[in-house]
């Protein structure tokens, strides 16, 4: 993940990755009620721009990620804001043991392309999830691969949606429904190229 770690001191000085961070929490305080005594963990948060939108809808936020250069840039954000309710940590859920907390929310935005084993993580997320709790995940539909122009080899290329809500169900999760969150707008070969970016939301049973 080192390409991470060189693009994080930089990577909130996009926009456009700002605009995608609000726009996304809006469609998950649409999607699912939140209060402020939920317990929530963010994967893949990079910087923290989505828990920074949430922040003030959830209690305690855990943040992970596996790349360090996102997390020191984080870490530096919420001391400089003064935030008592965000506590980011290193975390690979592919390798590392599962943390022992548990969660009354787990979302993510634009992590999943970037996981090897969709549906190992899957499991993962339902384990972490108390009984009825909400996993939220915004991501890229099924694109023909011209999204990544930087190199960026170890994604999938987005989801089709009706497969990963098979996934998803196989995993434990229950009222998984879809929604379009956001559109990604990049030149590609000259012209303007949109990308959708689904909202999905399920239930742990």
Not at 94 to 102: G, K, Q, S, W, Y
Not at 108 to 118: E, Q, R
Not at 142 to 156: A, C, M
Request: with cysteine.
């Amino acid at each position: 993940m080192t390409n991470f770690d060189e693009r994080a001191k930089d990577w909130d000085s996009d926009p456009k990755k700002i605009e995608r961070a609000r726009t996304v929490a809006d469609a998950i305080r649409a999607a699912i009620p939140l209060t402020s005594d939920m317990i929530a963990l963010e994967y893949g948060c990079g910087t923290g721009l989505l828990s920074f939108a949430l922040q003030s809808d959830l209690g305690q936020i855990t943040l992970a990620d596996t790349s360090q250069g996102m997390l020191d840039v984080l870490a530096k954000k919420i001391a400089a804001a003064g935030v008592t309710n965000m506590h980011p940590v290193k975390l690979d859920l592919a390798t590392d043991p599962l943390p022992a907390e548990r969660f009354d929310l787990t979302y993510s935005l634009m992590t999943l392309h970037h996981v090897p084993d969709t549906r190992g993580i899957l499991g993962k997320f339902h384990a972490l999830l108390e009984p009825g709790g909400f996993l939220l995940v915004a991501d890229l539909d099924k694109e023909d691969g011209s999204f990544h122009t930087d190199g960026t080899t170890d994604v999938h290329l987005g989801f089709e949606r009706g497969e990963l809500q098979g996934w998803v169900e196989a995993a434990g999760f229950e009222n998984v429904s879809f929604s379009t969150a956001y559109e990604i707008k990049k030149k590609v070969d000259g012209a303007e190229k949109t990308f959708p970016v689904f909202l999905m939301s399920a239930r742990k049973k």
